[in-house]
T-cell receptor, first 114, second 116 residues
Framework: KQEVTQIPAALSVPEGENLVLNCSFT??????LQWFRQDPGKGLTSLLL?????REQTSGRLNASLDKSSGRSTLYIAASQPGDSATYLC?????????????FGQGTTLQVKP | DAGVIQSPRHEVTEMGQEVTLRCKPI?????LFWYRQTMMRGLELLIY????????DSGMPEDRFSAKMPNASFSTLKIQPSEPRDSAVYFC??????????????FGDGTRLSIL
C-alpha cells in the first residue's frame, strides 16, 4: 500500500529559525513529488515539484530534497517567518502526467512565533 | 487570473437532503479533480475529468455520490441522500496538460460540508 508519513506532525519555532520537515513514502517508484502548503480554511498551494530524476529543488527560502531510493524527502525552510505558519503536505505522484495518482500525507503543521 | 472557484464555501444541511457542490476550473485547464479531506483519512481523490469526460471515479465512495462536468467551465459533485459521515471539506482542483506534463494542480478553497 502506498503511504506517506510526515514527521513531525506539528512544530512550533521562534521566528528566524531554520527548520526541516521530513517525509517518507513506502513505494519508491514515484513519478514526481510535490510539497504543498495549506493555510487554514484554504486549498492547497504547490510550493515545489521535484522530478523523480532530480535530487532537489529550490524556491526562495525553500529547498526540497529527494532521495527516491530510500523513499525520503525533506523540506528545508530558511529564516522562518510568521507568514510561513501553515500545514505542509508531502505528496508523491505515482504514474505519469496529469493522470498520475497523488498520495497525500497528513502533513506537518508549522507555527512560527514572532 | 482567477483561480479555481468553488461554491458554496460552507454548507450545513440535515441528513437525507441532496447536496450539490460546484466548481469552476481555471480557464483553459483540461483536467478537473474532486477531493475530499477529513481528519481521519486526509485528502482522497474522488474522481477526475479530462476534457469534460470522467476518467477515473474509483475513489467515489458510494452510489450516493455523483459528479458531472457539462462543459469546460463547470463541474458539480452531488450527494443524494447525504449522511453525517459525508461531513468533510471537498476540494476541486484543475490542471493543464502540456507536452512536458508535470503541471501542478491548482486547488480551490474548498467547500466545508456539515451533515447534521
Amino acid at each position: 500500500k502506498q503511504e506517506v508519513t510526515q514527521i513531525p506532525a506539528a512544530l512550533s519555532v521562534p521566528e528566524g529559525e531554520n527548520l526541516v520537515l521530513n517525509c517518507s513514502f513506502t513505494d519508491s517508484a514515484i513519478y514526481n513529488l510535490q510539497w504543498f502548503r495549506q493555510d487554514p480554511g484554504k486549498g492547497l498551494t504547490s510550493l515545489l515539484l521535484i522530478q523523480s530524476s532530480q535530487r532537489e529543488q529550490t524556491s526562495g527560502r525553500l529547498n526540497a530534497s529527494l532521495d527516491k531510493s530510500s523513499g525520503r524527502s525533506t523540506l528545508y525552510i530558511a529564516a522562518s517567518q510568521p507568514g510561513d505558519s501553515a500545514t505542509y503536505l508531502c505528496v508523491p505522484q505515482y504514474g505519469s502526467g496529469n493522470t498520475g495518482k497523488l498520495i497525500f500525507g497528513q502533513g506537518t503543521t508549522l507555527q512560527v512565533k514572532p | 487570473d482567477a483561480g479555481v472557484i468553488q461554491s458554496p464555501r460552507h454548507e450545513v444541511t440535515e441528513m437525507g437532503q441532496e447536496v450539490t457542490l460546484r466548481c469552476k476550473p481555471i480557464s483553459g485547464h483540461d483536467y478537473l479533480f474532486w477531493y475530499r479531506q477529513t481528519m481521519m483519512r486526509g485528502l482522497e481523490l474522488l474522481i477526475y475529468f479530462n476534457n469534460n469526460v470522467p476518467i477515473d471515479d474509483s475513489g467515489m465512495p458510494e452510489d450516493r455520490f455523483s459528479a458531472k462536468m457539462p462543459n469546460a467551465s463547470f463541474s458539480t459533485l452531488k450527494i443524494q441522500p447525504s449522511e453525517p459521515r459525508d461531513s468533510a471539506v471537498y476540494f476541486c482542483a484543475s490542471s493543464l496538460r502540456t507536452e512536458y506534463s508535470n503541471q501542478p494542480q491548482h486547488f480551490g478553497d474548498g467547500t466545508r460540508l456539515s451533515i447534521l
